[in-house]
């Protein structure tokens, strides 16, 4: 390869862009993970400072990243969707044709 044609080359090669730092959430603003990929789902873009800092005390709220200053608790209750439970026991899993009770998980936060 000749000096001119390895020349042509770097000129023909795309400009390179700049970083993208972004935080991937659910529709409640929970964090769900920080990347640097364009990946599908709901994301905000932040600065390379929170990046690194990769915090998971926070929540976004209106499409800005707030930091939570208060307690949150998780906790399970019976509804239509979640994992099918015996009964009398939250702990076992059972199968669909069983008698059940479905729990999820809900967060409560507070001040």
């Known amino acids: 390869m000749t000096p001119e044609q390895l020349q042509q080359l770097f000129q023909a090669a795309p400009a390179p ?20 990929e364009d990946r599908p789902g709901t994301y905000i873009e932040i600065d390379q400072e929170t990046f690194a800092r990769n915090i998971s005390n926070v929540r976004v709220r209106d499409g800005r990243l707030v930091e939570i200053t208060w307690t949150t608790t998780t906790k399970l209750i019976p509804g239509n969707s979640g994992s099918p439970c015996h009964p009398d026991n939250v702990a076992v899993i059972v199968a669909e044709d069983q008698p059940h009770i479905r729990w999820s998980k809900k967060t409560y936060e507070s001040n």
Request: charged share 15%; no cysteine; proline share 10%.
């Open 17 to 36: 862009q700049a970083p993208f730092f972004r935080l991937y959430h659910d529709d409640g603003g929970t964090p769900l993970f920080y990347s640097m």
